[in-house]
Protein backbone atom coordinates (compact mmCIF):
# COMPACT_ATOMS: atom_id res chain seq x y z
CA UNK A 1 0.00 0.00 0.00
CA UNK A 2 1.38 3.47 -0.86
CA UNK A 3 0.47 5.93 2.29
CA UNK A 4 2.09 8.29 0.66
CA UNK A 5 0.35 10.07 -1.74
CA UNK A 6 1.88 13.22 -3.58
CA UNK A 7 -0.42 15.76 -1.52
CA UNK A 8 0.65 13.65 1.37
CA UNK A 9 4.22 14.31 0.78
CA UNK A 10 3.83 17.85 -0.37
CA UNK A 11 2.74 18.40 3.25
CA UNK A 12 5.07 16.08 4.93
CA UNK A 13 7.67 18.58 2.86
CA UNK A 14 6.33 21.84 4.19
CA UNK A 15 5.90 20.89 7.76
CA UNK A 16 9.75 19.55 7.87
CA UNK A 17 10.56 22.74 6.55
CA UNK A 18 8.90 24.89 8.87
CA UNK A 19 9.89 22.76 11.88
CA UNK A 20 13.97 22.70 11.05
CA UNK A 21 13.42 26.40 10.27
CA UNK A 22 11.03 28.08 12.53
CA UNK A 23 10.76 24.99 15.18
CA UNK A 24 14.26 23.89 16.23
CA UNK A 25 16.25 27.13 16.73
CA UNK A 26 13.40 28.03 19.54
CA UNK A 27 13.59 24.72 21.17
CA UNK A 28 17.53 24.64 21.11
CA UNK A 29 17.29 28.26 22.74
CA UNK A 30 14.40 27.83 24.75
CA UNK A 31 14.07 24.46 26.42
CA UNK A 32 17.71 24.46 28.36
CA UNK A 33 16.14 27.28 30.14
CA UNK A 34 12.94 26.27 30.47
CA UNK A 35 11.74 28.62 28.41
CA UNK A 36 7.91 29.25 27.04
CA UNK A 37 6.92 28.65 23.80
CA UNK A 38 6.18 32.30 21.99
CA UNK A 39 3.50 33.32 20.71
CA UNK A 40 5.07 34.52 17.52
CA UNK A 41 5.71 30.48 16.91
CA UNK A 42 2.19 29.74 17.69
CA UNK A 43 0.39 32.30 15.58
CA UNK A 44 3.00 30.90 12.60
CA UNK A 45 1.26 27.47 13.22
CA UNK A 46 -2.14 28.85 13.07
CA UNK A 47 -1.11 30.60 9.67
CA UNK A 48 -0.14 26.98 8.43
CA UNK A 49 -3.76 25.90 9.94
CA UNK A 50 -2.10 23.02 12.00
CA UNK A 51 -4.81 23.75 15.11
CA UNK A 52 -7.17 22.66 12.21
CA UNK A 53 -5.96 19.96 10.84
CA UNK A 54 -9.42 18.05 11.72
CA UNK A 55 -11.74 20.45 12.01
CA UNK A 56 -14.59 21.17 9.61
CA UNK A 57 -13.45 23.47 6.54
CA UNK A 58 -16.62 25.49 7.76
CA UNK A 59 -15.05 26.55 11.03
CA UNK A 60 -11.79 27.46 9.29
CA UNK A 61 -10.19 23.70 9.46
CA UNK A 62 -8.37 21.70 7.27
CA UNK A 63 -10.68 18.50 7.35
CA UNK A 64 -8.19 16.45 7.12
CA UNK A 65 -7.46 12.81 9.00
CA UNK A 66 -5.50 11.20 11.73
CA UNK A 67 -2.76 10.44 9.10
CA UNK A 68 -2.09 14.35 7.85
CA UNK A 69 -2.33 14.70 12.01
CA UNK A 70 0.33 12.32 12.90
CA UNK A 71 2.20 12.62 9.25
CA UNK A 72 2.28 17.05 10.56
CA UNK A 73 3.10 15.77 14.38
CA UNK A 74 6.47 13.84 13.65
CA UNK A 75 7.91 16.46 12.01
CA UNK A 76 7.28 18.78 14.92
CA UNK A 77 8.07 16.43 17.57
CA UNK A 78 11.59 16.08 15.34
CA UNK A 79 12.70 19.52 16.43
CA UNK A 80 10.22 19.86 19.76
CA UNK A 81 8.34 17.50 21.07
CA UNK A 82 6.12 20.54 23.22
CA UNK A 83 4.99 22.44 19.52
CA UNK A 84 4.12 19.13 18.61
CA UNK A 85 1.64 18.57 21.63
CA UNK A 86 0.50 21.94 21.55
CA UNK A 87 -2.06 21.44 18.38
CA UNK A 88 -3.54 18.64 20.57
CA UNK A 89 -5.00 21.57 22.61
CA UNK A 90 -7.55 22.83 20.27
CA UNK A 91 -9.16 19.44 22.33
CA UNK A 92 -11.02 18.80 19.00
CA UNK A 93 -8.25 16.93 18.18
CA UNK A 94 -6.89 15.61 21.38
CA UNK A 95 -8.77 12.65 23.72
CA UNK A 96 -11.57 15.04 23.34
CA UNK A 97 -13.00 14.40 19.84
CA UNK A 98 -14.62 16.92 17.79
CA UNK A 99 -18.56 15.18 18.05
CA UNK A 100 -18.36 15.64 22.03
CA UNK A 101 -19.13 19.47 21.29
CA UNK A 102 -22.91 20.07 20.79
CA UNK A 103 -23.68 22.46 17.52
CA UNK A 104 -23.98 25.34 19.79
CA UNK A 105 -20.73 24.40 21.23
CA UNK A 106 -18.99 24.00 18.06
CA UNK A 107 -20.64 27.14 16.94
CA UNK A 108 -19.14 29.57 19.52
CA UNK A 109 -15.45 27.42 20.28
CA UNK A 110 -14.30 26.01 16.56
CA UNK A 111 -13.47 29.29 14.53
CA UNK A 112 -11.02 30.10 17.68
CA UNK A 113 -10.02 26.89 17.83
CA UNK A 114 -8.92 26.38 14.70
CA UNK A 115 -7.15 29.49 14.23
CA UNK A 116 -5.22 28.87 17.43
CA UNK A 117 -6.79 31.60 19.66
CA UNK A 118 -9.03 29.52 21.92
CA UNK A 119 -6.79 26.56 22.91
CA UNK A 120 -7.88 24.54 25.87
CA UNK A 121 -6.21 21.86 28.61
CA UNK A 122 -7.14 18.62 30.03
CA UNK A 123 -7.56 18.69 33.61
CA UNK A 124 -8.75 14.50 34.10
CA UNK A 125 -5.92 12.68 36.18
CA UNK A 126 -5.64 13.34 39.96
CA UNK A 127 -2.96 13.03 42.94
CA UNK A 128 -4.15 9.39 43.49
CA UNK A 129 -5.65 8.68 40.05
CA UNK A 130 -4.09 8.22 36.83
CA UNK A 131 -4.65 5.15 34.75
CA UNK A 132 -8.17 4.20 36.22
CA UNK A 133 -10.32 7.08 36.02
CA UNK A 134 -13.28 5.62 37.18
CA UNK A 135 -11.46 6.09 40.58
CA UNK A 136 -11.64 9.84 39.80
CA UNK A 137 -13.03 11.76 43.35
CA UNK A 138 -13.54 15.47 42.24
CA UNK A 139 -17.56 16.18 42.07
CA UNK A 140 -19.71 18.07 40.59
CA UNK A 141 -23.04 19.20 42.35
CA UNK A 142 -26.47 20.90 40.32
CA UNK A 143 -27.54 24.22 41.57
CA UNK A 144 -29.79 25.80 39.25
CA UNK A 145 -28.79 26.43 36.12
CA UNK A 146 -24.93 25.32 37.11
CA UNK A 147 -22.62 23.39 38.62
CA UNK A 148 -20.19 23.40 41.01
CA UNK A 149 -16.76 21.59 40.77
CA UNK A 150 -15.04 20.85 43.72
CA UNK A 151 -11.28 18.55 44.17
CA UNK A 152 -8.07 18.38 42.83
CA UNK A 153 -6.13 17.93 39.77
CA UNK A 154 -3.05 17.09 38.61
CA UNK A 155 -0.88 16.22 35.92
CA UNK A 156 -2.73 19.59 33.85
CA UNK A 157 -0.72 20.35 31.06
CA UNK A 158 -0.93 23.98 29.54
CA UNK A 159 -3.22 24.75 32.14
CA UNK A 160 -2.07 28.13 33.12
CA UNK A 161 -2.02 29.12 29.30
CA UNK A 162 -5.01 27.64 28.25
CA UNK A 163 -8.06 29.67 27.53
CA UNK A 164 -10.28 26.79 29.11
CA UNK A 165 -10.34 23.76 31.21
CA UNK A 166 -12.06 20.20 30.30
CA UNK A 167 -12.43 19.01 33.61
CA UNK A 168 -13.92 15.60 34.28
CA UNK A 169 -15.83 15.40 37.73
CA UNK A 170 -18.14 12.63 39.05
CA UNK A 171 -22.18 13.86 39.15
CA UNK A 172 -23.65 11.46 40.05
CA UNK A 173 -21.99 9.49 43.63
CA UNK A 174 -24.45 7.25 43.49
CA UNK A 175 -23.12 4.45 41.35
CA UNK A 176 -22.76 0.65 41.88
CA UNK A 177 -18.99 0.38 42.84
CA UNK A 178 -18.30 -2.47 39.98
CA UNK A 179 -19.50 -0.08 37.56
CA UNK A 180 -17.57 3.54 38.69
CA UNK A 181 -17.06 4.79 35.32
CA UNK A 182 -20.33 5.24 34.90
CA UNK A 183 -21.93 9.00 36.53
CA UNK A 184 -18.31 11.21 35.58
CA UNK A 185 -19.32 14.26 33.18
CA UNK A 186 -17.09 16.37 31.41
CA UNK A 187 -17.15 20.54 31.25
CA UNK A 188 -16.02 23.35 29.91
CA UNK A 189 -14.26 26.03 32.10
CA UNK A 190 -13.09 29.05 30.21
CA UNK A 191 -10.41 31.04 31.77
CA UNK A 192 -8.00 33.98 31.30
CA UNK A 193 -5.25 33.14 29.65
CA UNK A 194 -1.88 33.32 31.51
CA UNK A 195 -4.54 33.47 34.87
CA UNK A 196 -6.51 31.11 36.85
CA UNK A 197 -10.83 31.47 36.83
CA UNK A 198 -12.56 32.25 40.28
CA UNK A 199 -12.16 28.89 42.33
CA UNK A 200 -9.10 27.76 41.18
CA UNK A 201 -5.57 27.69 42.29
CA UNK A 202 -2.81 26.17 40.25
CA UNK A 203 0.71 25.21 40.76
CA UNK A 204 3.19 24.16 38.25
CA UNK A 205 4.77 20.72 38.88
CA UNK A 206 8.55 20.82 38.70
CA UNK A 207 9.26 18.24 35.10
CA UNK A 208 12.58 16.54 33.90
CA UNK A 209 11.38 17.75 30.57
CA UNK A 210 8.59 18.18 28.38
CA UNK A 211 9.19 22.30 28.54
CA UNK A 212 8.00 24.97 26.53
CA UNK A 213 5.08 24.70 28.91
CA UNK A 214 3.82 24.37 32.53
CA UNK A 215 2.30 21.07 33.85
CA UNK A 216 0.16 22.19 36.80
CA UNK A 217 -1.59 21.27 39.71
CA UNK A 218 -4.90 22.42 40.28
CA UNK A 219 -7.44 23.32 43.61
CA UNK A 220 -11.08 23.18 42.53
CA UNK A 221 -13.74 24.81 45.16
CA UNK A 222 -16.59 25.70 44.03
CA UNK A 223 -16.18 26.76 40.96
CA UNK A 224 -19.22 27.53 39.06
CA UNK A 225 -19.66 26.34 35.65
CA UNK A 226 -22.76 27.23 33.35
CA UNK A 227 -24.75 23.77 32.73
CA UNK A 228 -24.53 24.45 28.87
CA UNK A 229 -21.01 23.86 29.10
CA UNK A 230 -21.14 20.45 30.10
CA UNK A 231 -19.82 18.28 26.82
CA UNK A 232 -21.81 14.82 25.77
CA UNK A 233 -24.62 13.81 28.08
CA UNK A 234 -24.22 13.54 31.75
CA UNK A 235 -22.16 10.51 33.33
CA UNK A 236 -21.05 9.09 30.24
CA UNK A 237 -17.58 11.52 30.16
CA UNK A 238 -16.12 8.33 30.21
CA UNK A 239 -17.05 6.73 26.68
CA UNK A 240 -15.99 10.21 25.54
CA UNK A 241 -12.58 9.99 26.84
CA UNK A 242 -11.82 6.49 25.77
CA UNK A 243 -13.56 7.00 22.33
CA UNK A 244 -10.55 9.30 21.20
CA UNK A 245 -7.76 7.37 22.54
CA UNK A 246 -7.12 5.45 19.47
CA UNK A 247 -6.21 8.59 17.59
CA UNK A 248 -4.44 10.19 20.38
CA UNK A 249 -2.36 7.04 20.65
CA UNK A 250 -1.41 7.38 17.61
CA UNK A 251 -0.26 11.16 17.83
CA UNK A 252 1.73 9.84 20.77
CA UNK A 253 3.18 7.07 18.27
CA UNK A 254 4.03 10.05 15.79
CA UNK A 255 5.42 12.23 18.91
CA UNK A 256 7.89 8.77 19.57
CA UNK A 257 9.11 8.52 16.06
CA UNK A 258 9.63 12.44 15.38
CA UNK A 259 12.10 12.21 19.13
CA UNK A 260 13.77 9.54 17.66
CA UNK A 261 14.21 10.85 14.22
CA UNK A 262 15.54 13.81 15.45
CA UNK A 263 18.31 11.74 17.61
CA UNK A 264 19.08 9.15 14.61
CA UNK A 265 19.70 12.22 12.58
CA UNK A 266 22.16 14.64 15.47
CA UNK A 267 23.59 10.90 16.21
CA UNK A 268 24.56 10.44 12.13
CA UNK A 269 25.85 14.13 12.16
CA UNK A 270 28.18 14.03 14.91
CA UNK A 271 29.39 10.19 13.78
CA UNK A 272 30.53 11.80 10.33
CA UNK A 273 32.39 14.93 11.97
CA UNK A 274 33.92 12.96 15.29
CA UNK A 275 36.80 11.72 14.42
CA UNK A 276 38.99 9.13 16.62
CA UNK A 277 41.92 6.97 15.84
CA UNK A 278 42.61 9.02 12.25
CA UNK A 279 39.21 8.64 10.77
CA UNK A 280 35.51 9.75 11.69
CA UNK A 281 33.61 7.41 13.91
CA UNK A 282 30.82 6.64 11.16
CA UNK A 283 33.49 4.22 9.49
CA UNK A 284 33.51 2.00 12.74
CA UNK A 285 31.77 -0.99 12.30
CA UNK A 286 29.84 -0.72 16.14
CA UNK A 287 28.80 3.01 15.33
CA UNK A 288 27.38 1.82 11.69
CA UNK A 289 25.63 -0.84 12.61
CA UNK A 290 24.12 1.21 15.63
CA UNK A 291 22.81 3.69 13.45
CA UNK A 292 21.73 1.21 10.96
CA UNK A 293 20.00 -0.99 14.40
CA UNK A 294 18.05 2.87 15.30
CA UNK A 295 17.12 3.34 11.37
CA UNK A 296 15.41 -0.11 11.26
CA UNK A 297 13.67 0.61 14.81
CA UNK A 298 12.20 3.82 13.44
CA UNK A 299 10.83 3.03 10.46
CA UNK A 300 9.31 -0.53 11.72
CA UNK A 301 7.10 1.78 13.97
CA UNK A 302 6.40 4.87 11.69
CA UNK A 303 4.68 1.96 8.93
CA UNK A 304 2.85 0.63 11.92
CA UNK A 305 1.51 4.06 12.72
CA UNK A 306 0.53 4.62 8.72
CA UNK A 307 -1.50 1.12 9.05
CA UNK A 308 -3.11 2.82 12.27
CA UNK A 309 -3.82 5.95 10.76
CA UNK A 310 -5.66 4.27 7.94
CA UNK A 311 -7.37 1.96 9.85
CA UNK A 312 -9.25 5.35 12.13
CA UNK A 313 -9.67 7.27 9.07
CA UNK A 314 -11.05 4.57 7.55
CA UNK A 315 -13.57 4.18 10.47
CA UNK A 316 -11.99 0.42 11.14
CA UNK A 317 -12.32 -0.05 14.64
CA UNK A 318 -8.37 -0.57 15.68
CA UNK A 319 -8.32 -0.10 19.76
CA UNK A 320 -5.43 -3.15 20.09
CA UNK A 321 -2.86 -1.57 17.40
CA UNK A 322 -3.20 1.97 18.69
CA UNK A 323 -1.87 0.41 21.83
CA UNK A 324 0.26 -1.91 19.87
CA UNK A 325 1.86 0.91 18.17
CA UNK A 326 1.91 3.58 21.04
CA UNK A 327 3.72 0.73 23.04
CA UNK A 328 6.56 0.14 20.58
CA UNK A 329 7.11 3.30 20.16
CA UNK A 330 7.30 4.91 22.77
CA UNK A 331 9.49 2.13 23.82
CA UNK A 332 11.93 2.32 20.68
CA UNK A 333 12.11 6.31 21.57
CA UNK A 334 13.32 6.10 24.62
CA UNK A 335 16.02 2.98 23.47
CA UNK A 336 17.27 5.09 20.34
CA UNK A 337 17.60 8.20 22.03
CA UNK A 338 19.67 6.93 24.79
CA UNK A 339 21.79 5.01 22.38
CA UNK A 340 22.30 8.52 20.30
CA UNK A 341 23.40 10.02 23.73
CA UNK A 342 25.89 6.87 23.70
CA UNK A 343 27.14 7.51 19.93
CA UNK A 344 28.03 11.54 20.72
CA UNK A 345 29.69 10.16 24.40
CA UNK A 346 30.70 12.71 26.52
CA UNK A 347 29.42 15.65 24.70
CA UNK A 348 25.71 13.78 24.26
CA UNK A 349 25.53 14.39 28.05
CA UNK A 350 25.14 17.91 27.67
CA UNK A 351 23.34 20.39 26.99
CA UNK A 352 25.17 21.52 24.01
CA UNK A 353 23.56 18.97 21.75
CA UNK A 354 20.03 18.04 21.38
CA UNK A 355 19.90 14.40 22.02
CA UNK A 356 19.68 14.48 25.33
CA UNK A 357 16.31 16.78 25.20
CA UNK A 358 14.99 14.02 22.45
CA UNK A 359 16.14 11.36 25.48
CA UNK A 360 14.28 13.27 28.18
CA UNK A 361 11.21 13.72 26.24
CA UNK A 362 11.44 10.23 24.87
CA UNK A 363 10.86 8.77 28.34
CA UNK A 364 7.93 10.74 29.22
CA UNK A 365 6.12 8.63 26.10
CA UNK A 366 6.24 5.79 28.06
CA UNK A 367 3.83 7.28 30.66
CA UNK A 368 1.18 9.74 29.11
CA UNK A 369 -1.82 8.41 27.20
CA UNK A 370 -1.45 5.15 28.94
CA UNK A 371 1.58 3.65 30.31
CA UNK A 372 3.58 1.23 28.22
CA UNK A 373 2.20 -1.62 31.06
CA UNK A 374 -1.25 -0.15 30.34
CA UNK A 375 -0.95 -0.76 26.62
CA UNK A 376 0.29 -4.45 27.39
CA UNK A 377 -2.95 -4.93 29.39
CA UNK A 378 -5.08 -3.70 26.53
CA UNK A 379 -3.02 -6.03 24.29
CA UNK A 380 -3.44 -9.22 26.73
CA UNK A 381 -6.37 -8.82 26.64
CA UNK A 382 -7.08 -8.70 23.20
CA UNK A 383 -5.17 -12.03 23.02
CA UNK A 384 -6.31 -13.89 26.16
CA UNK A 385 -9.74 -12.22 27.34
CA UNK A 386 -9.98 -9.79 30.20
CA UNK A 387 -9.36 -11.06 33.40
CA UNK A 388 -11.92 -10.59 35.97
CA UNK A 389 -10.85 -9.36 39.00
CA UNK A 390 -11.82 -6.75 41.36
CA UNK A 391 -9.17 -4.67 41.10
CA UNK A 392 -9.34 -4.87 36.93
CA UNK A 393 -12.80 -4.42 36.73
CA UNK A 394 -12.56 -1.00 34.82
CA UNK A 395 -10.88 -0.01 31.30
CA UNK A 396 -7.69 1.74 32.08
CA UNK A 397 -6.47 5.07 30.73
CA UNK A 398 -4.10 7.78 31.67
CA UNK A 399 -3.65 11.26 30.08
CA UNK A 400 -1.57 14.04 30.52
CA UNK A 401 -0.59 15.61 27.36
Request: hydrophobic share 40%; proline share 4%; net charge neutral.
Amino acid sequence: MTYLTQERLMLQEATRKFAMQEVLPIANKLDPEKGAIPMSLRDKMAELGYFGIKMPTEYGGLDMGCFEYCLISEELARAWMSVSSIIRHSMAHSIIPGSAFSPAQKEKYFKRMASGQFLGALAMSEPGTGSDISGLATRARREGNDWLITGNKYWCTFGDGADFLVVIARTDPNIDPKRRHLGLSAFIVEKPRGAWPAGIQGHPIPKIGYFGWNTCELALDNVRVPAENMLGEEGKAFYLVTSGLESSRAQTAARSIGLARGALEDAMAYAQDRVQFGQPIAHFQAIRFKLAHMAAQIESCRQLMYSVCTKIDEGQRCDTEAAMVKYLAAEMAEEVTSQAIQILGGAGYTTHFAVERYWRDARLTKIFEGTSEIQLRIISDALLGKVKTPELTSKPIETSA
